[in-house]
């Protein structure tokens, strides 16, 4: 027991360890499920004194695995809706770039004068949540409702909606608007990660006509792509550009976040529908309040 209790890693304890990883399996059923699940990890590694780049930095590279597991499970949602990608992800990809540039170039005191703001504005869109995602529902019902309408219109009564289940959302159009939105979109998620999820989810559900469904599994992919394009742009940045001892990366970190997100993403549904999503996001909101304090805190006393 002794020798296990002497386990360390990045100057972290085998109890900061566990948490790290219990808070990486709830954050990847949340990003299934909800959104936002980086509100949890992040206010973990900086409660416990991890650097908020590198923290920002380690984290997002973690979660990549739980973000493909959960458009995994969105695969044939996300076959129904591929055109639109084609569009997206170039979008998606060079935001990514870009916000990662801004996170890894810029000095990490910008970041720590930002990331409170950053904070703030997603506990903001895990408020809304509800709210968002009620008007998000109920404008793909009118949508849907109208289609259902002009077909019945046309064809006999017997024909309804469920004899083409796809017809309406099968050609979903992507304008200059939506890319720009997915662009910056991605910005905000290479530079700062969290809630982008539920940013990304309340723009697809404005302007792009599919239903909430396929909606979401496009939304898991972008989420994915960006994580990815980021952790590659770190990758490069921190062995090209920076000295061993100036590196953000903390692979231990990243590796204890990836196993426990993919487990999260995992049984996220199963935890979605078996649990309260007022806990979910009290939980989220308090991990997130947490955070601010510490960055807080750290700012303006040092």
Known sequence: MEALSDIALHGLGLEMLALIFVAGIWAGAINTVVG????????????????PVSATVSNAMGLIAGNFTGAWGYRREIRQVKSVLIKL?????????????????LP????????PILIVVSLIFVLAQPRLSAWVRARAARREA?????????????????????????????????MLLVFAAGIYGGYFVAAQGILLMGILGIFLMANIQQANGVKNLLVAVVNLTAAISYVLVDYLLREPDERVILWGIVAIIAVASTLGGLIGAWVGRRLSPLLLRAVIVTLGLVALFVMLRNLFIG
């Open 89 to 105: 992800i170039p979008a998606s990809v060079l935001g990514g770039v870009i916000g990662a540039a801004l996170l890894i170039t």
């Open 36 to 51: 936002s699940g980086t509100l949890v990890t992040f206010p973990v590694l900086v409660a416990m004194g991890v650097p």
């Open 108 to 115: 990490e005191e910008v970041f720590g004068r930002v990331a």
């Open 146 to 178: 109208g289609t259902e309408g002009s077909v019945q219109s046309a064809e006999p009564a017997t024909q309804d909606a469920s004899a083409e289940p796809s017809k309406t959302p099968s050609m979903p159009t992507v304008s200059l608007v939506l």
